[in-house]
């Protein structure tokens, strides 16, 4: 099929939408593009009608270091791709770089007009350009129906991933966006404190911990604050399926710093580039909410372990 005349997107819906005056806003684009180029929201979403419909080019792969991709040109639409990730996460960077070519319309209109509409910080605006990636790729519609029936857990990530052609960590952080019930999902990496990193003691060589990487929780959490650089300890099952290499899975007391909650926890190894982490799913076992509909009324202080069924691991695997 011969390629249409480049039509840039993000001025196409800022000229019939005007300018972006709130974060809802970013959404209606994704909306727009999938409208536009005829695509409903059943799963996979695939992008090339997009690129077909507005004339963009498919984005080049490249060698590329330090990001994932880079828009090189809004006015002709040129997109490099960082060419060895995997294929799931390259779809998420273009559909990241879509939402670039938005906020560059928008701050090109704001330039031209001397608009006094609000900005969004760079980090700020990164932030709505995955928002509206998973959006595109994983819309709420046709998304949280197949969640709510299947309900959180890694399995239902792996299914949903597959589906959407998505990865694990971008479909769970959406899972946990949308999903009901007392979860967290904590990437856990090996790394010093930040004062040790800071303030190294002299003649002293500090030893690196798996510590919290960063994490998200439903609206339903209750189990409290999880500090970020938090540490874990060698006994836990996080700790065990870093040393293993292994998922594993089980209920124990997890210590945040500020008290221990107990938790059903899956924990499995990712490989992030170079690094070895681990990816857990935290559920809190609130016994207060037990109590409130009379089930599994059991003892906060014990802890049971369950075996390890073995499982295959996506190693590949990142957001």
Known sequence: M????????????????GMLRREEDVFRYVDFLR???GLSDEPPIALTPIYQHFGIPEPLRAPLDEQQGILVDSNSGIILIKEDDPIVRQRFTEGHELMELLFD??????????????????PHKERLCDRGAAELLMPQSSFVPRLSQAGISFRTGRSLAKRYQTSLVATLMRMLQYGRGNFALVMWHSALKPSEVKHPIADAEPQKKLRVCWKVQTQDWTGGFIPKDKSISPDS???????????QHGTEMIHLGWGSIPC???AMPL????????????????????????TNRGDRAKTKRFPVAPRPIRRSVSR
Do not use: C
């Open 35 to 37: 409208q536009e180029s």
């Open 105 to 122: 319309a928008q701050l090109e209109a704001q330039e031209a007009l001397g608009s006094l509409l609000p900005t969004w910080s760079e």
């Open 237 to 247: 099952l996080i700790f065990q399926a870093y040393l293993k290499g292994q998922p």
């Open 2 to 17: 011969s390629l249409l005349p480049y039509r840039h997107p993000g001025r196409a819906f800022l000229s019939r939408y």
């Open 264 to 266: 059903e926890v899956e």
């Open 271 to 294: 490989r992030m580039g170079d690094r070895s982490d681990v990816l857990s799913l935290l559920r809190f076992q609130d016994d207060r909410a037990n109590q409130d509909d009379g």
